[in-house]
């Protein structure tokens, strides 16, 4: 009888002991969804939004278009999760684009898709006012296409807003638009740096001074849920800088933390704890990976593998 009842402890603190293993990561883990654009390598499927469990490291397809090709990216949700911008454009069997690619909104899990705008230039990198009424995004301009973009300055595109029945309006030159805590004002890149531009008064005014040079397309910016950080990337110098933003009016912020790292696309969780980035190799530009910091103390966690996706067309979307 006493044999038995080892046995069977010995087995219930083996079966708890295999759960902890299996289990407990995950309750350390950050959690959300994040929201990636991908194309598989061999372009055997459009590219389409995928999402990713950073607790369960699960990816899976969530929206693709019917039409082939097509590029649908940059898919971004409303602060209470309901409603979806992004951005769609449909090619011809020869790559080259049939019309502008367009901002469609829809419900957070795809269905009730409607077109937003229509105007002849190629949009991308929506985001959501705070209140949800209004996206401001980033497009080419003077009827250009996307592709004229390569090797251009970031003041060749322009910043626009929109409502949700497609009114929209130029804001300024420059890209990566995020808005201010009121939803009153975008934060912006221009050739010269980091500028504030207020969507009332129409004053634009540099708040943060690009040293040594240039900005240029391939730096990447987001700010937090909160509004209190800002992350800036700039795979040129292998920079990944994150700003304590103290006050908007006036705007005043601080170098809180630095990385040497390459790569694009950073995202802050919903948290602000954590923030995702598609880092590459610093030599080749390649080997494309999720990694996830940790804030506070600047561990970094690689959570995905991306190499079987065609990095031109990949992008780290959203975080909620």
């Known amino acids: 009888m006493k044999v038995a009842k080892l046995i069977l402890i010995l087995l219930l603190v083996i079966g708890v002991g295999a759960a902890l293993y299996w289990f407990a990561p995950q309750f350390f883990r950050p959690g959300g969804t994040i929201y990636l654009s991908l194309i598989p390598n061999n372009f055997s499927e459009p590219e389409a939004i995928y999402s990713f469990d950073p607790k369960f490291r699960s990816l899976k397809r969530i929206l693709i278009d019917n039409k082939t090709p097509s590029h649908l990216i940059n898919y971004s949700l409303s602060s209470d999760g309901r409603k979806a911008v992004f951005s769609l454009g449909v090619f011809d069997r020869d790559g080259i684009k049939e019309h502008y ?9 795809g269905e009730n898709r409607r077109p937003v705008t229509k105007s002849n230039s190629d949009k991308k990198n929506p985001v959501w006012s705070p209140d949800g009424t209004l996206i401001a995004f980033e497009a080419t301009l003077n009827g250009e296409r996307e592709s004229d973009l390569v090797g251009r300055r970031v003041e060749q595109s322009g910043i626009f ?12 030159q420059g890209t990566q638009p995020h808005f201010s805590p009121d939803g009153d004002s975008v934060i912006l890149l221009k050739n010269s740096g980091l500028y504030l531009a207020n969507l009332e008064s129409g004053q634009v005014e540099r708040v943060w001074n690009m040293v040594g040079g240039l900005t240029y397309l391939g730096m990447k910016l987001d700010v937090s849920d909160d509004k209190r950080l800002l992350a800036w990337s700039s795979a040129n110098v292998n920079d990944l800088m994150i700003l304590d933003i103290e006050s908007w009016e006036p705007f005043e912020a601080r170098v809180k933390d630095r990385y040497e790292v390459t790569g694009f696309w ?6 602000g704890e954590y923030l995702a980035f598609q880092e590459v190799d610093s ?5 494309p990976r999720l990694v996830i910091y940790k804030l ?11 190499t ?8 780290v979307d959203d975080w909620k």
Request: glycine share 4%; charged share 30%.
């Open 266 to 271: 950073p995202r802050f969780s919903p948290s």
């Open 161 to 172: 807003v929109t409502d949700l029945e497609g009114n929209e309006r130029f804001i300024t």
């Open 308 to 315: 079987d996706y065609y990095q031109e067309s990949l992008w």
């Open 296 to 306: 506070s103390d600047g561990t970094k966690d690689t959570v995905l593998d991306l």
């Open 283 to 287: 030599e080749t530009i390649r080997d």
């Open 101 to 109: 690619s367009q901002l469609f909104v829809s419900d957070s899990n």
